[in-house]
């Protein structure tokens, strides 16, 4: 079920995108400053606040509507995943605005946090629901590390960011 909504909101927003990414190409065209940076920026606002927005109707989801359904190891299991995607689009807001996101550092790193919270929030989702259901996606569960991994990664680079200078 949450793999539907994912895809659903990917094919709803994907023309946003790319009508966006249309503007800047005809801004630069027009001779307007719009640095390469300006796009790796507002990838990690997008997502960022889309993952936020998720967060919370997840979040409301679970505490409401699957608490009867869920049992307490897949409530917990929820919680988790909402938390670790909300401490991410915080994340990825926090960075958006904070670094010019032109290296390619900063850029691995975004794609990191991106990549690694969809994987293993949404992978942790899809588990929940089904087993509630009584069909657990068990091809999920090798995803979820995955997920994990990458955000670890992501945590790294950022800790290699502001130590660089000194080593």
Known sequence: MSITVGISV????????????????DLELLGIFAPNYFLMVL?????????????????AFGAHALKKSFS???????????????YHALVLLILSFNLNLETSLEKY??????????LFSFSIYGLCISASKGHKWRF????????GLLLSIGWALLLYHFIKGFI
Not at 10 to 25: F, K, N, R
Not at 72 to 86: D, I, W
Not at 109 to 115: P, V
């Open 43 to 59: 990838l990690a606002q997008f997502f960022g606040a889309l993952l936020g927005l998720l967060a919370i109707i997840f979040g």
């Open 140 to 147: 999920l569960g090798p995803i979820t590390p995955l997920g």
């Open 109 to 118: 790193m975004i794609y990191c946090f991106i990549l690694g919270t969809l």
């Open 72 to 86: 307490a190891e897949q409530l917990t299991s929820f919680e988790t995943a909402v938390k670790y995607q909300m």
């Open 10 to 25: 990917i094919l709803v927003l994907s023309p946003i995108v790319e009508e966006s990414l249309q503007v800047v190409s």
